[in-house]
């Protein structure tokens, strides 16, 4: 086992680690939560289309003091899914977005819309 200091980190390798020529091709490298965010939100056509109708019935909603769940943007984040699969085909995507991760990207993406609205974005 090998062990290196990289910025004040102490990081632990195994040698198989270091040489594995075949990564797993499931494992994605890259955030998809964060990825499908920012594609949400930067894709014209996605956000035209989808995103800015529901940012606008949740600025509604905050108008009249009322607020809706994170689970309110299941089916926007599924389109938003299906849209990107469409487009990218990356290896190790699947065809359907696991629940856990529908999870996370509904909650984190209502968070921002919330924060993007108390400050008027």
């Known amino acids: 086992m090998y062990k290196y200091y990289n910025r004040g980190f102490l990081l632990t390798m195994k040698i198989f680690e270091i040489l594995d020529s075949q990564p797993d091709s499931k494992k994605l490298d890259f955030d998809l939560v964060d990825d499908l965010i920012f ?3 930067n894709d014209q056509t ?6 800015y109708p529901v940012e606008i019935k949740f600025k509604r909603l905050k108008k009249s003091g009322q607020t809706a769940p994170a689970s309110s ?3 926007l984040v599924r389109d ?8 990218y085909k990356s290896a190790g995507l699947e065809k359907t977005l696991p ?4 999870s996370q990207i509904c909650i984190k993406l209502h968070s921002q819309v919330i924060d993007d609205l108390n400050t008027e974005k």
């Not at 996605?46 to 995103?51: D, G, L």
């Not at 938003?80 to 487009?87: F, T």
């Open 39 to 41: 594609y949400m939100y």
């Open 99 to 102: 629940k856990d991760i529908l």
């Open 46 to 51: 996605f956000y035209r289309s989808k995103f």
């Open 73 to 75: 943007f299941v089916q």
């Open 80 to 87: 938003a899914y299906s849209a990107y699969y469409d487009k």
